[in-house]
């Protein structure tokens, strides 16, 4: 199973925090699962690859959109301050 998700942001500087802090999952993954996320511009793009269960798939990527909503949640309340 294969998936590409693209996060589009405002501007490179965001798109680039993003990045960093859904970034360390690239490297903690288990056997069979390929996570690798790059920024090109103000968009984030992570592929995801997976020799397995449906169920790890799917949790594959709601842990990614979770890692990247609450990275986004968090750039906005210290935009703020």
Known sequence: MEATVTLEYD???TAA???DAVSP???K???GLTVKTQRNGNKVTTDIKLEGKLATFIA???DLLESASTA???LHI???K
């Open 11 to 13: 501007d490179a500087k």
């Open 17 to 19: 925090a993003i990045t």
């Open 25 to 27: 999952d690239n490297f």
């Open 29 to 31: 993954t288990p056997s």
């Open 60 to 62: 594959t990527i709601d």
């Open 72 to 74: 986004e949640k968090t």
């Open 78 to 80: 210290v935009r703020r």
